[in-house]
């Protein structure tokens, strides 16, 4: 949308950032990295900047503050994303925009601030005709970039076209096409030859990440390139998790070498498994997947993603250690005192856990519409959708003629499509209304076998479920696992700063009462 939008009026695809070629953020996947530990949600900008120099900060209860510079952000981003299709992206465009800044200016062409104003108003008023409401600044917020960033960008890709028309000897005033400027850049980058030096990126700011010719990028170009124009969410991910490592560090002070690096090999060996049973990654190491992303174990290991989980497992080990003596074991080997700390603490929150991970039930649900006084949107009556639920229940013989039921009566079009599946859910996981949990359990109880539960009252409507089969409570070496992974959670909750983090990128970009990335009016 964006692309046809904008970048076919002013043929600046070499250089606008991915997130705006393709009208939302870059859809290449978050490395492994920055998966496991969730972002916070970010709270809005905090009234006071940031000092120079810092790209986040998170304020402590204390008064205090933890602090991210950009010089930590910026090893980060380049760790992670720098190798990556997204990182590439932007190097690539840095270089070429640098290149055009040389041949312009050896060209004598310049771009005025009346021309730049004028383009920029004619592709303004092109979008409001074709019925984008907010015209460009819309666009803009809604392909998170900013209005300083597409400005400059904009000027160089004029400087281009004009650079384009000289070159195909054009009369002044007219304009090369997409594909005209396109070709004459590719084949200026051919003659003068380049390359991008990231095998490894230097690790001094004044280190050269690319060339072409004479024109160079510095790291340190790069690392405002990068942090800018990299999808936010990466961003702030990446700044969230350098937050509460600095966070959990801090709780945890002091870590024995031999403790810290079992709660590290714990982690990777995780990762490792995951990666193993994962079907799109066979064939391919986890090691080689790592080299391949400019990682590496050794990398990963020094990664926040990694090292904040690690830090969790040495805190929750503590807290097993700690439970363990309060209740009077005499355990003198740590394997046996933690998993007398979590036996401990299992029986004082046994309804808990009970709850989320002993006997569970699997799921699926038909759900009709209904309302106590209906109208022209929900017709059916919650007494009728009761009524007839409860005739059609007693014939529905096995899960195959649920989902069949499913298929033809819900009212849920994603139902429709995986027949009405909900899942596996314990008698106190409360990601399921408490009725429903009810139902299915107490239905399990009085028969003991699969079949239909309900009809019963649901959110909007009324539903009947099909309930079975039961997965038993799991042995305590499974269960004990579960406890630590809650211990660990708990662990990361406290860690989360309660006013949020601000980030330099903050507030987002907002305009007031644009929508989020409209569509345009399909032709008559």
């Not at 899960?399 to 995986?418: C, H, M, P, T, Y």
């Not at 649901?458 to 997965?471: N, R």
């Not at 211990?487 to 507030?507: E, H, K, N, V, Y």
Request: charged share 25%.
């Amino acid at each position: 949308m964006f692309k046809n939008a904008i970048l076919l009026l002013i043929a600046v695809s070499p250089l606008l950032p991915a997130a705006a070629q393709d009208g939302q953020p870059v859809q290449a996947p978050a490395p492994e990295v920055a998966v496991e530990t969730a972002a916070a949600e970010v709270a809005p900008a905090a009234p006071t900047p940031l000092p120079e120099g810092i790209a986040a900060r998170a304020l402590n209860d204390d008064g205090t503050a933890t602090l991210i510079t950009f010089a930590e952000l910026d090893a980060l981003l380049v760790a992670r994303h720098g190798k990556r299709a997204e990182g590439q992206d932007v190097l690539a465009r840095l270089l070429n925009m640098k290149v055009l800044h040389k041949l312009a200016a050896d060209a004598g062409v310049e771009i005025s601030s009346k021309q730049l104003d004028d383009r920029i108003a004619e592709i303004n008023q092109k979008l409001l005709d074709q019925g984008y409401e907010g015209g460009l600044a819309a666009q803009l917020v809604a392909s998170d970039i900013s209005p300083e960033i597409f400005r400059s960008t904009f000027a160089v890709s004029l400087a281009m076209e004009e650079l384009a028309r000289l070159a195909l000897g054009q009369p002044e005033g007219e304009r090369p096409g997409p594909g005209q400027q396109e070709a004459w850049m590719k084949t200026m980058m051919e003659a003068r030859g380049g390359s991008l030096n990231n095998d490894p990126f230097p690790t001094k700011e004044t280190g050269i990440a690319a060339t072409s010719g004479d024109v160079t990028v510095t790291m340190a170009e790069f690392y405002e390139h990068l942090r800018d124009e990299l999808p936010r969410q990466f961003v702030e991910q990446s700044c969230t998790q350098m937050i509460l490592e600095k966070r959990l560090r801090a709780k945890a002070g002091t870590i024995e070498d031999a403790e810290w690096q079992a709660a590290v090999d714990l982690e990777i060996s995780r990762r490792r498994a995951r990666h193993n049973a994962n079907p799109e990654t066979q064939g391919v190491s986890y090691e080689a997947l790592l080299d391949a992303q400019g990682m590496g174990i050794a990398g990963i290991k020094k990664d926040p993603a990694v090292v904040v989980t690690a830090l969790t497992s040495v805190l929750s080990w503590r807290d097993e250690v700690a439970a363990a003596k309060a209740a009077g074991s005499t355990a003198t080997d740590v394997e046996e005192l933690r998993n007398a700390g979590r036996r401990a603490l299992y029986e004082e929150e046994r309804e808990l856990f009970d709850g989320y991970y002993g006997e569970r039930l699997h799921l699926a649900a038909c759900v009709l519409r209904s309302a106590e006084v209906p109208d022209e949107v929900v017709t059916r009556t919650t007494e009728e959708a009761h009524a007839y639920l409860g005739r059609l229940a007693p014939g529905i013989p096995d899960a195959e003629g649920f989902r069949l039921i499913v298929g033809k009566l819900s009212d849920d079009a994603g139902a429709k499509e995986n027949g009405g599946e909900l899942g596996w859910f314990g008698r106190g996981d409360e990601r399921l209304p408490q009725n429903i949990r009810d139902a299915a359990f107490d239905y399990w109880a009085a028969k003991g076998k699969d079949g239909v539960a309900g009809p019963i009252d649901v959110v909007g409507g009324v539903a009947i479920l099909w309930v079975g089969p039961l997965q038993p409570a799991p042995e305590w070496e499974l269960l004990s696992q579960a406890v630590q992974s809650e211990l660990q959670a708990r662990t990361l909750s406290a860690a989360m700063p309660p006013a949020g983090i601000q980030i330099f990128r903050d507030p987002p970009l907002t305009l007031p009462n644009a929508p989020a990335a409209p569509e345009a009016p399909k032709a008559e």
